[in-house]
């Protein structure tokens, strides 16, 4: 690798957090060991921040780390996209609330403030004013008489921008009663059945009063029978009423949130000058274009380019790309994770990916649902350097993209494992008692012990690699036929695939573990989470909303009843406590297979029906009275149940000529500061 020596002179690292360092590398560059890492930055509620490290940005070129550094600066740009999408008001609410957070002279010490603090915290964490895995709308602790008193001191350039000619009294009037009102805009993606899931929800995807109805027969009548290559309608726009007609208000550069996505494009623009190749360059320029037009054909075809971009180490993800945050699974959320190939872990996803026909051809799903060939099956395992959007601060461990299952068929997909961030997790639950209050016994702790990191890893990596991509739907099947129940039987369906094959000899035949009784440290976690642990992150009385709960649960429970007879799974109560027991690993592997072919059936013919009863029945509702209890144990952990997370800071360093000379990166940020300053210099959307 190049050396330079404007890296060895400009690029430091900062690590006020750790008392010692790593030796210097060649290029400057540290990076802090396990054991000196500080990985805990804050805790509130039922959050806790953590930090990540970036092992290997030491290693990356000077080019390298000028793409990164771009690419960066673009993920933070899009932050604003998410919060408004979340909620019309997330970004007013955003500004009163840390205009007040900073007021000078203000009594920080008061119990209003102090809630305050730990509400403001609350909007940081999830991107808005609902949480950001039950979607319920927070609570605020502080009073709105002693909040009303605070901004009415406020000057009038600290106020949010929220609509031209509207007085302070108006804007309050319509703001306050979004913050304090239980009954106003309660959740941000309601999925209960039976309700309008559009005017029940608070999500901004869709203008105000368009019903689920209107928004389904607009979608619907844009398709075109017989095209086998659709674009994702929808993906990329709100659906407003105008005029009395309804249209699409379309993301780019010139249209809807166009000041943030002009500057992302301004920085896209620049890592497209330092590609590392034609295959990236290509993706990147087509992005951009995208960006630019709104096209969805467009997309479609970054997208492909994105897929034949294998070779590059820097890669991104960085645009509107899941759905999980639309009611009805059309529009996409704002996402960004900024990262570069852990080379030496991706030759586990090589052995995997490179497998893919092998597993294919083993599933006991039924023939007929199967691909005769997997194509462009990539896998690799990533270090995140900068997270944005819906991916920050609450990160995915795994991602696989695109979704458009047309593309998927015929050009592949491309799945990554973020290891730096499981890393963060697993050393910020070390020595907190959780196993051993929750599994049965002392023999199954050590079986967790031993081989859950492992088979977690391995369990992602199968989920992300070959789940998503595997099996095929029915020749005229609509990729939208299981409508709101779409992502969970989907994700069931990965995860399935991840349960059933990591009890698989075939992994210990590639050398992925290192025996045959590995994988049971999976099923026993895997189940123990779906049926009990799980539930810590909900409040008592509420149903389960997030999407991979529910598919969870919905594994756990379905096992669970499907072994009344046999007990293979079962609940014992033992001094009035609940612990799950497996008695026979093989039948539940059994149990896996027969619900993954029963749940791929559902997905390749567009059985709505089927998958209705399947979520309806089983990944929703929770027992109350083993909620309470498990609820009542963990408080005795003093655990927070949700894990966030803050970005290292970034800096890029150029001579006088303006060239890229060098990059830092820092550590010591916290989590307040951070929050801050992303509002000082990345807040692009009118307020």
Wanted: hydrophobic share 35%; net charge negative; aromatic share 12%.
């Amino acid at each position: 690798m190049k050396k330079s020596l404007f890296i060895i002179a400009m690029a430091v690292l900062v690590l006020s957090s750790c008392e010692k360092k790593t030796e210097e590398t060649d290029n400057g560059l540290f990076t802090p060991a396990i054991e000196d890492f500080d990985y805990v930055v804050d805790r509130f509620a039922d959050i806790e921040i953590l930090r990540y490290r970036v092992p290997g940005i030491e290693n990356l070129s000077l080019q390298q780390q000028e793409m990164l550094y771009y690419l960066s600066e673009a993920a933070l740009c899009g932050r604003d996209i998410i919060y408004d999408q979340n909620c019309r008001y997330n970004l007013a609410i955003r500004t009163l609330l840390e205009s007040v957070y900073t007021m000078e002279g203000i009594d920080t010490t008061s119990a209003d403030y102090k809630a305050m603090e730990v509400y403001l915290k609350r909007v940081w964490a999830s991107n808005g004013i609902h949480h950001h895995y039950s979607g319920m709308k927070f609570e605020p602790g502080f009073s709105q008489a002693w909040f009303e008193t605070q901004i009415n001191q406020l000057p009038f350039e600290k106020l949010p921008i929220y609509s031209e000619g509207i007085s302070r009294d108006e804007l309050f009037a319509e703001i306050l009663p979004v913050i304090f009102d239980s009954t106003v805009m309660t959740v941000r993606k309601n999925q209960a059945e039976g309700a309008d899931l559009l005017l029940t929800s608070a999500c901004n995807y869709y203008g105000e009063g368009i019903s689920q109805a209107e928004a389904e027969a607009f979608y619907s009548a844009m398709r075109t029978e017989g095209d086998e290559t659709p674009v994702s309608y929808g993906l990329n726009s709100r659906l407003v009423r105008r005029d009395g007609i309804l249209v699409e208000d379309v993301y780019k550069t010139d249209g809807l949130y166009g000041s943030a996505m002009s500057k992302i494009v301004y920085w896209l623009e620049k890592a497209e000058k330092v590609c590392e190749n034609d295959a990236q360059r290509n993706a990147l320029q087509k992005m951009i274009s995208f960006y630019r037009t709104g096209d969805l054909k467009e997309f479609d075809e970054y997208a492909i380019l994105w897929l034949k971009d294998t070779e590059s180490l820097i890669d991104y993800v960085c645009g509107y790309t899941e759905t999980y945050g639309d009611p009805l699974g059309y529009k996409a959320n704002w996402e960004a994770v900024i990262n570069f190939k852990d080379v030496e872990a991706t030759k586990r996803t090589e052995k995997i990916s490179g497998n893919a026909q092998w597993f294919e051809d083993h599933s006991p799903v039924d023939s007929m649902y199967k691909k005769e060939k997997c194509k462009g099956v990539t896998a690799k395992v990533i270090t995140a350097a900068m997270m944005g959007g819906d991916n920050y601060p609450m990160s995915a461990l795994g991602i696989n993209l695109p979704n458009a299952d047309w593309i998927r068929a015929t050009y592949g997909s491309k799945s990554v494992s973020i290891d730096n961030i499981a890393e963060a997790y697993a050393q910020s639950v070390k020595s907190s008692g959780f196993n051993h209050e929750f599994v049965v016994d002392a023999k199954t702790e050590e079986l967790l012990s031993k081989y859950k990191e492992i088979t977690d890893n391995l369990h992602t990596d199968l989920h992300e690699c070959l789940g998503h991509g595997s099996g095929k739907l029915a020749p005229g099947v609509s990729p939208d036929a299981l409508g709101k129940y779409h992502a969970v039987i989907e994700e069931a369906r990965a995860d399935l695939f991840g349960l059933y094959y990591v009890a698989d000899p075939k992994l210990v035949e590639l050398g992925l573990l290192p025996d045959t009784n590995a994988y049971m440290a999976q099923y026993y976690s895997y189940l123990m989470n779906g049926l009990m642990t799980q539930t810590t992150r909900i409040k008592l009385g509420d149903n389960i909303e997030q999407t991979h709960m529910r598919n969870r649960q919905l594994i756990g429970k379905w096992v669970l009843e499907h072994s009344a007879a046999d007990n293979a799974v079962e609940l014992i109560v033992r001094d009035g406590k609940h612990y799950l027991v497996v008695n026979d690993y093989t039948v539940l592997r059994q149990r896996f297979g027969e619900l993954l072919r029963e749940i791929q059936r559902i997905k390749s013919t567009g059985d709505y029906n089927a998958a209705r009863d399947l979520v309806e029945n089983y990944s929703i509702r929770i027992d109350q009275d083993i909620h309470r209890e498990i609820l009542a144990r963990y408080a005795t952990l003093d655990m927070a149940p949700y894990k966030g997370f803050i970005n290292p800071v970034l800096t890029g360093h150029f001579d006088n000529d303006g060239k890229f000379t060098g990059l830092s990166i820092s550590y010591d940020e916290n989590f307040v500061n951070q929050h801050l300053r992303y509002s000082r210099d990345y807040s692009f959307l009118k307020k």
